[in-house]
């Protein structure tokens, strides 16, 4: 795991214990995938706008709590820029 998919692991509040039925794995695959995302936001393949809308698609892919996606999805948008 790279600094930065840590970095979006600890955004996306595993010791919820709703975030933690999701499982180690799964909230490691999504702190990744997240990870990437932002990269491409960051060397401009997409916009900083659409970011928050990938994310949050990302976020409900993987089952993340809807009520906590938009927060997490918040945070992390805040992160990057």
Do not use: Q
């Not at 509040?13 to 499982?23: C, F, K, S, V």
């Not at 932002?38 to 809807?66: F, H, K, N, Q, T």
Request: hydrophobic share 50%.
């Amino acid at each position: 795991m790279t600094g930065l998919e840590a970095a979006f692991y600890d955004l996306l509040e595993p010791a919820a214990p709703e975030i933690a039925l999701l499982g180690e794995p799964t909230l490691r695959l999504l702190a990744g995938s997240l990870a990437a995302t932002a990269r491409d936001a960051v060397s401009g393949i997409i916009r900083l706008s659409d970011c928050d809308i990938a994310m949050r698609r990302e976020l409900r892919r993987r089952g993340y709590p809807p009520d906590r996606a938009a927060g997490a999805a918040r945070r992390m948008v805040e992160f990057v820029a």
